[in-house]
């Protein structure tokens, strides 16, 4: 059974940090591309950023480069969002999602998400 379990998140003050976590099973990690997403109060899910399956190319929307921070520990089937200068903006639950296979297929796996770990920034 595919699990994704998401976790790391919280309170922090505009301009803090966090580091999200995201602990993978059922499935072989190292085969996917992984992504964060997120999705604010009354909006849709919005794509954050994307890292390849061995983790060595990345890719982030706009507004969280230099921000954010994707990797990923393939042995641990582990994947990580690192978040610094967090503001009111950010205020979200955020979702690791499952996304190609390195090799660029879609499978039934794709777009499956976890439980989500909800980040308040806020003052």
């Known amino acids: 059974e595919v699990q994704l379990v998401e976790s790391g998140g919280g309170l922090v003050e505009p301009g803090g940090s966090l580091r999200l976590s995201c602990a993978a099973s059922?499935?072989?990690?190292?085969?996917?591309?992984m992504k964060w997403v997120r999705q604010s109060p009354g909006k849709g899910p919005m794509w954050l950023s994307t890292?390849?399956?061995?983790?060595?190319?990345?890719s982030y929307v706009q507004f969280v480069k230099g921000r954010f921070t994707i990797s990923r520990d393939n042995a641990k089937n582990m994947l990580y969002l690192q978040m610094n200068s967090l503001n009111t903006d950010d205020t979200a639950v955020y979702y690791c999602?499952?996304?190609?296979?390195?090799?660029?297929?879609?499978?039934?796996?794709?777009?499956?998400r976890g439980q989500g770990t909800q980040v308040t920034v806020s003052s």
């Open positions: 999602e499952i996304g190609n296979t390195r090799t660029g297929h879609a499978t039934a796996y794709r777009g499956r």
């Open positions: 059922g499935f072989t990690f190292d085969n996917f591309e």
């Open positions: 890292i390849t399956a061995n983790g060595g190319q990345t």
